[in-house]
Structures are given as structure tokens and as C-alpha cells.
């Protein structure tokens, strides 16, 4: 549906980079638009509500996850974690790059890789090669904290998210269908 597919990154340490892209992916369905979004780093068992909503159905919009196990405060620190879920983020970004050839889909959302890319999880030249391979028509949307010069470099567009205040500080939790 789309003529020309631009490059967005939604980063920064704000909440809502997730939820922008989701809103996105919503809005391009509406038009008629094919949409995946692939969720790195949340597996399939994770409780989000964003995924819940999609697979009532009233909505043309496709969500995958890579399912390696990870754990943000534990998987980090541990070289066999780590090794694995690059292997895995290689594996999905070689899969989601001929998507983005053939055209598959003309919304392709990745999310949290830009995370994956800071954390050094994922390999830049593999996100680069992706972006100039695709159909021209493919739109790509990076999310997660952390962007690169050279990553945004590659953007044509980039929303910086930027914390001001929030209820974190103040000792309120994530909460069921706010935050996840």
C-alpha cells in the first residue's frame, strides 16, 4: 500500500516507545496496510497486553517474539544467556530481512531493537542490511533505549522519548494494562 517506506526510531529513556509503535501499527492496519511486529527480548510467556489485544482478532495486525529466554536482570551477566539470544536476534533478523525483501508486510515494527543493538546484542550491520535491502515500499520502525549515531543516521525520522517524571520514583509498580 505504501509508495515509499521511511526508517523511524522511537528511543530514549521515556516511557512510551512500544506504545507509539503499536499506535503506528494500528493506524497503518486501518488503511489497509500488512503490519508485523516482532518483539525482541519479550518472550511469548510474557503477560502484554498489547499482544492480548491484537489476538481477540479485530485487527489485521501480526505480532511474533523472539522466544529465547531472557532476563533483564539476570541474563546480562551470563556469557551462555548472552550467546544464545544473539544467535537467536541473528537468526530473527536474517528471517525478518527477506520479509522486508519480498514485501511480506508493508509495516515491519522492531521492537526493542534498538536496545538489542546498544546492549550489544544484535550487530548493526545486520538492522543496516535489512534497511537497504527491503522493498522500498517497506516502512521500518525501531524502538528501544540507547540509539547509535549510526543507527539514526540511518533513520528518517527519530522521536527521542525523554523521562520528566514518573511514578517509578515514587514507589508505584508496573501496572496490568498501563504498562504491560
Known sequence: MLEKG????YTGDGKGKTTAAFGLALRAAGQG???LIYQFLKPPSLDLGERFALQLG?????VEALEQAWDMARSPGNDEAVAEVRAAIRKALDRLAETAVRRFYDVLILDEI???LSEGLADLADVRS???RR???VEVVLTGRGATRELLELADLVTEMKCLKH???NGIPARRGIEY
Not at 479485530?58 to 501480526?62: D, L, S, Y
Open 58 to 62: 479485530a485487527v489485521r495486525i501480526r
Open 135 to 137: 522493498d522500498p515500499a
Open 114 to 116: 534498538v536496545y538489542c
Open 130 to 132: 535489512l534497511i537497504e
Open 167 to 169: 511514578p517509578f520514583d
Open 6 to 9: 521511511l526508517v523511524q526510531v
Open 33 to 35: 496496510n500488512k503490519v
